[in-house]
């Protein structure tokens, strides 16, 4: 290098470390298909698919099983054929199956009930094995959550959720991705959440590894029971360390870090930034909670058996219109009706999901076995693992972000490699990870070192 200061009599001594000029070439900041996701859900068939399923009167978990028009029975077989249509259009791109188990002697079956998900995998052309999942309830409740006669139309809680998991097949069907998508309509979310403990075993048993789980449960009303009307912000719910942590773990955590910033919390910020990025009037609420104040959902099962997921749902709640019997008292028109239904705002959270999963699945596998290391020096190194079926891997991207800072904040593309380290940023002061990149620009959530943030 020529000393430009030799003719002052100066010199200048530069240290050239592995890391400087590194000749590493960014893939595309944005994927220009997911422009098109966002804007492809349609309001129209939404609406569509909530009242069908409205229609069937009662979809509690206990009700007829038997008749064509009426129960959960009925419900099931007409979300399968769904899927099956839509595989049709694609070419059978679908796998469509039943997921089930006969349940008894739960608090709220206490009788032999036959608890049947339906389930639709769209599997990915290089890494088949490796899933996100989007997730709607099949089944209704009025007041008494043992009624299973009584007419429960169920239509924002949850036809909502059942009816974007449909739109959001018939959209990602028409693309291919490198990982899997799973379509799941969950059953007995209301007797206590068993639809999707059956569906995680399941996963378990057979070797899938969902790497994230959305559950939406309520997606179509923007009329809260607070008097807001909000059609512009969802909510997504995520627990902050993870259900499976074992004690040394626990332990490794109190030390480095790491209670926000479990695989769920991450892929809460991923959602946030994919409608950051792809979409318009829609701000997400990241909630630092499991799920909403001493309640439960579809996704707690997954994470209970470390699976990471999300809730994703409407701001502003009506609960004149969630499990209640059908009335009017006082003035007050009770139940879970049509009428509570925003199609527009439906689709913008289906479209929501749709991006996410997307995003997901058009990435490479998520970077393994995260570690970093830097106590007592100036720098910060982050190590990790690149796993088999990295085919469409453009490289990593390191992530930091100050403690208390919510969302990512900082990020440098390092390319192929499995190293990295950040010179003159201290440990102390940070929290760091790392994501994945395709060639394409598809990129994984961010993965936080250690056992507290391993997808």
């Known amino acids: 290098m020529k000393n430009l200061f030799a003719g002052a009599g100066l ?16 893939p595309p900041s944005e994927v220009m298909d997911l422009y098109d996701i966002a804007h492809a859900p349609s309001p129209e068939r939404i609406r ?73 995998i769209q599997r990915g052309t290089t890494d088949p094995n490796r899933f996100v999942m989007m997730s709607g309830d099949i089944d209704s409740r009025v007041s008494d959550v043992m009624n299973s006669t009584s007419d429960s139309p169920g239509a924002n809680d949850n036809a909502s ?34 639809g999707g403990r059956i569906v995680a075993q399941h996963a378990l048993d057979n070797g899938w590894e969902i790497k994230a789980v959305l559950n939406n449960d309520m997606i179509s009303n923007i009329s809260g029971i607070d008097g807001v009307i909000d059609n512009s912000t969802v909510r997504v719910f995520s627990e902050g360390t993870r259900a499976v942590e074992t004690p040394e773990e626990a332990r490794i955590r109190r030390f480095t870090g790491g209670e926000v910033d479990s695989p769920s919390r991450n892929l809460a910020r991923y959602i946030d930034r994919m409608a950051d990025d792809y979409m318009t009037n829609m701000d997400v609420m990241m909630v630092y909670r499991l799920d909403r104040f001493g309640r439960g959902g579809h996704h707690r099962p997954f994470n209970e058996v470390g699976i990471p997921g999300v809730r994703i749902m409407e701001v502003h709640e009506h609960y004149d219109r969630q499990h209640q019997d059908l009335r009017t008292e006082d003035g007050i028109v009770y139940g879970d009706t049509m009428e509570g239904v925003d199609e527009v705002y439906a689709a913008q959270l289906t479209a929501l999901n749709a991006i996410t999963m997307a995003g997901i699945a058009g990435a490479p596998p998520f970077p393994a076995n995260v570690e970093i290391e830097g106590a007592v020096t100036a720098n910060t190194t982050l190590t990790w693992e690149k796993p088999e079926n990295s085919d469409n891997l453009a490289g990593y991207r390191v992530w930091w972000r100050l403690t208390d800072e919510s969302q990512w904040a900082y990020s440098r593309f390092v390319g192929d490699v499995t190293e990295y380290t950040l010179e003159n940023i201290v440990i102390d002061n940070y929290y760091f990870g790392v994501s994945a990149v395709a060639t394409d620009g598809s990129e994984t959530p961010v993965v936080f070192p250690g056992p507290a943030g391993r997808f």
């Open 48 to 120: 569509a698919d909530i009242q069908t399923l409205v229609d069937f009167g009662t979809r509690h978990t206990l009700s007829e099983t038997e008749s064509d028009t009426r129960g959960i029975g009925a419900a099931r077989r007409w979300i399968f054929e769904e899927f099956e249509a839509i595989s049709a259009e694609c070419g059978g791109c679908l796998e469509v199956m039943y997921i089930g188990d006969t349940v008894e002697n739960e608090r709220r079956v206490p009788g032999p009930a036959d608890v049947i998900s339906v389930v639709a």
């Open 11 to 26: 010199s200048l001594a530069i240290a050239i470390t592995p890391n400087a000029f590194a000749q590493t070439v960014a």
């Open 161 to 194: 959720g059942v009816a974007g998991a449909l739109e959001a097949a018939r959209i990602l069907s028409q693309y291919e991705f490198d990982g899997s998508i799973i379509y799941a309509a969950l059953a007995g979310e209301e007797q206590g959440l068993i």
